[in-house]
């Protein structure tokens, strides 16, 4: 697979719980180059593909709650991995300007932000994956959210906007009075945040879910031509997932 070279990744490497859990909370570095995954359930496999090539997950599903995510965090967690240290985030230190409001639906769960960072075991060697990678796990709307963080915190950046180097679009659903948009849709209102982010389009798509490959052997969106590879889905429903680069323009 051939992804960009990783930017530099001091900020991750020098971390300490003592800063993660005092420190200010470094969102540029923590979206900068990231993988961004809306409506992500509690899905590891991005990072088990791509971890190495992207230090810096960033998922979002209105629809887990709490109890859920921090289970996946603690207990489950990662294989060769242990977290360095885990804390939550508010909302003004993710948006200071607020997200907006995501819609008064039952099965939607309140915000809520989590910032943990992995660390990998002594006894795995460095081809067994990179020694850190963070994960930010952020409980709201997966387009809204997108475009407050990624698009419009000039509280934040020195610039406007800010691109994440891949983004995921797996089983997403169509659901889109709860979603508020369909993600797989090249003209919908999420492709067009991403696409069309002023700071550039991401690198890499990640696409694909459940059932039949045959339904994957396309990209959803047409500028993301090149396959880098498949890796399946779930032994039991099938399925698979899609890697594919962006034709150069």
């Not at 490497?13 to 003592?18: G, Q, R």
């Not at 490959?213 to 039991?236: G, H, I, M, S, V």
Request: proline share 8%; with cysteine; net charge negative.
């Amino acid at each position: 697979m051939s992804i960009a070279e990783l930017s530099r990744i001091d900020w991750l490497t020098e971390l300490s719980p003592t800063t993660m859990m005092n420190g200010e909370f470094p969102l540029r570095e923590l979206l900068k180059d990231s993988l961004y995954y809306p409506c992500s359930g509690v899905d590891g496999d991005p990072v088990m593909h791509l971890a190495g090539n992207i230090v810096s997950f960033v998922y979002v599903d209105c629809g887990i709650d709490r109890n859920t995510v921090l289970n996946n965090l603690t207990n489950t967690g990662f294989r060769g991995y242990e977290r360095l240290a885990i804390r939550s985030v508010t909302e003004g230190e993710l948006a200071p300007h607020g997200l907006p409001p995501t819609p008064a639906i039952a099965d939607i769960e309140p915000f809520f932000c989590i910032w943990s960072v992995f660390e990998r075991q002594e006894r795995f060697d460095a081809g067994y994956g990179p020694s850190r990678f963070s994960l930010l796990y952020i409980c709201a709307d997966g387009e809204a959210t997108f475009r407050a963080i990624y698009r419009t915190n000039r509280a934040i950046y020195r610039t406007n906007a800010i691109a994440p180097r891949a983004v995921a679009v797996i089983q997403p659903g169509l659901d889109i009075t709860r979603n508020g948009t369909d993600f797989e849709d090249p003209e919908g209102t999420f492709a067009r945040s991403v696409c069309d982010n002023p700071a550039g389009p991401p690198e890499v798509l990640l696409y694909g879910g459940f059932g039949n490959c045959q339904f994957y052997q396309e990209p959803c969106w047409p500028a993301y031509q090149t396959n880098l590879y498949f890796y399946p889905k779930d032994r039991r429903a099938g399925g698979c997932v899609g890697i594919w680069s962006r034709d150069p323009r």
